[in-house]
Structures are given as C-alpha cells and as structure tokens.
C-alpha cells in the first residue's frame, strides 16, 4: 500500500517513480511508480502477463503536445502518409538478427502510431519520427536503453515532439531461440513497445516543472527526499478517472524470467 496514494477522483499529480524498492538510475525519475501501477506498460519493471498501456500514458503524451486518440483505434500512419505520425525503423545487425527482431520493431512502431494523429509541432513528413534500432548482446544486468537523440521544444520546454530516437537491446535476454516460447515472444512485444515509449517522450522528457514534492530518497544514498510526480492536466485527468475505491487496479508486479530489479527497461 502506497501511503501517497489518493483518495478516488482527487489525485493532483501521477506518482512517477522514485528512488524507492531498490529503484536506481535509469529506473527512478523514468517511470510511473512501479507499486501503484504494476503492470501498466510504462512501470520500470517488466510484468509477468500483460503489460498494457494506460489512458494516463497516453494522457501525458497529450500533455507533451501530441495530438492522441485515447483509444488507440486509428489506423496505421502508413496507411495515410501525409497526415498522421509516422514512425519508421532504422534496423542495423546481422541479417539473421534482423529476421528475429525487426518484425517486433515494427509491430511496436504501428502500436504507438494508433495512438497520435500528430506532434505538437510538425506532422505530415513522410517520417516524422526515425527510430534506429539494434540489438547487442552483453552478459551484464543490462537490458538496454532507449531514447530520443533529437526532438522539438519550445523555449518553455512544455511541449516536445521526438524526430530521432535510438532503441538498443540486449541480445542476452531475448535470443532468437528464446522468443518461440509464446510467453517471451509477448514479453519482448511488451519490451520494444516500452522502448519506443521512452523515445516518443515518456519518462525521458519531463515538462518544464512537472517533478516536485516530498516523499522519497532522491538519490540510493540521499537523506533527503522528493515525490516525483507528473502534473500533466490530462494524464492527471486519466489517473482520476481510473481510480475507483482508493486503488488503482492492477495486477502485483512479477519479474519475467531472466530480469532483475536492475535491468533497465
Ligand atoms: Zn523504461
């Protein structure tokens, strides 16, 4: 039980994750709290099942000037270029990699494209977004990292629109072998959808002035304390509407084989 957490319908902010549960950099400050929302998409830990995304995800991407259909039912962008957000994919490796990996790549790429119609400041290129994507193979806690490499703000830094954005991932983990087992195929589905996440803006962008508050180390080994939040008016808006009885609903929160709480994601 989260003692921060609201009452139903009253929440001021979204609680992001902090330094808390053994959470450390490239975890803590990148994501919605891990023990609120389990096993939502955007959660620094990866769940066993379903990993979904939220309505609060997809209000802060509205928050950050996206243009979204909240129920993520519009067509591919690929279907009208010109008009909707295009995400493409830069995929670099071997070619028997590229036949294992790029297909989830693109799949994710579809995912996010259901969901914006346009960037808070340009639409309609042919790519508004290119995602360069690899894979690399290291026997080491580390599932990879991902991010924007170059965006649009405004002087205020309110709004940001993602243009390039790499995604690397640790071949240790999701080997070719290992994603016919059903079960890791939807993981790792889940992964790369997390990973473009992150480069559209998702716990990698922070507005200007959305972090604040009490509550939780700021660092592994810091005696003080801050409460990460996100203030973003509709991805608050969505955190309320999904609070019902003082709990967010969500499965408890398992690692999936071969993570560990380090791992980023
Ligand atoms: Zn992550």
């Given at each position: 039980?989260?003692?921060n957490?609201?009452?139903a319908?009253?929440?001021?902010?979204?609680?992001?994750?902090?330094?808390?549960?053994?959470?450390?950099?490239?975890?803590?400050?990148?994501?919605?709290?891990?023990?609120?929302?389990?096993?939502?998409?955007?959660?620094?830990?990866?769940?066993?099942?379903?990993?979904?995304?939220?309505?609060?995800?997809?209000?802060?991407?509205?928050?950050?000037?996206?243009?979204?259909?909240?129920?993520g039912?519009?067509?591919?962008?690929?279907?009208?270029?010109?008009?909707?957000?295009?995400?493409?994919?830069?995929?670099?490796?071997?070619?028997?990699?590229?036949?294992?990996?790029?297909?989830?790549?693109?799949?994710a790429?579809?995912?996010?494209?259901?969901?914006?119609?346009?960037?808070?400041?340009?639409?309609?290129?042919?790519?508004?977004?290119?995602?360069?994507?690899?894979?690399?193979?290291?026997?080491?806690?580390?599932?990879?990292?991902?991010?924007?490499?170059?965006?649009?703000?405004?002087?205020?830094?309110?709004?940001?629109?993602?243009?390039?954005?790499?995604?690397?991932?640790?071949?240790?983990?999701?080997?070719?072998?290992?994603?016919?087992?059903?079960?890791?195929?939807?993981?790792?589905?889940?992964?790369?959808?997390?990973?473009?996440?992150?480069?559209?803006?998702?716990?990698?962008?922070?507005?200007?002035?959305?972090?604040?508050?009490?509550?939780?180390?700021?660092?592994?080994?810091?005696?003080?304390?801050?409460?990460?939040?996100?203030?973003?008016?509709?991805?608050?808006?969505?955190?309320?509407a999904?609070?019902?009885?003082?709990?967010?609903?969500?499965?408890?929160?398992?690692?999936?084989?071969?993570?560990?709480?380090?791992?980023?994601?």
């Amino acid at each position: 039980m989260n003692t921060n957490q609201p009452s139903a319908g009253v929440a001021s902010y979204v609680p992001v994750q902090g330094y808390s549960n053994g959470f450390g950099a490239g975890s803590a400050m990148g994501h919605w709290d891990e023990s609120i929302f389990g096993s939502e998409l955007m959660t620094p830990r990866l769940n066993a099942g379903a990993n979904n995304l939220s309505s609060i995800s997809v209000g802060l991407l509205n928050d950050l000037g996206y243009n979204v259909d909240y129920s993520g039912s519009l067509s591919g962008a690929s279907s009208d270029p010109g008009r909707r957000f295009n995400i493409s994919i830069s995929f670099s490796g071997t070619e028997a990699n590229r036949q294992t990996f790029e297909s989830y790549f693109l799949e994710a790429a579809s995912f996010w494209e259901r969901y914006i119609y346009s960037g808070a400041f340009t639409n309609g290129d042919s790519s508004d977004l290119t995602i360069y994507a690899s894979m690399f193979y290291s026997e080491s806690l580390v599932l990879g990292s991902a991010g924007p490499t170059a965006g649009l703000t405004n002087t205020n830094r309110t709004a940001f629109q993602a243009s390039e954005g790499v995604v690397n991932l640790n071949s240790y983990y999701y080997t070719p072998e290992s994603l016919r087992d059903p079960t890791r195929s939807v993981a790792f589905t889940a992964t790369i959808r997390h990973e473009i996440g992150h480069v559209l803006g998702i716990g990698t962008f922070w507005p200007n002035g959305s972090l604040y508050g009490v509550g939780e180390p700021t660092s592994t080994s810091s005696s003080t304390f801050a409460d990460y939040a996100f203030i973003g008016a509709n991805a608050v808006r969505e955190y309320n509407a999904l609070i019902t009885d003082n709990t967010y609903s969500a499965p408890t929160s398992l690692l999936a084989p071969g993570e560990s709480n380090t791992a980023l994601r």
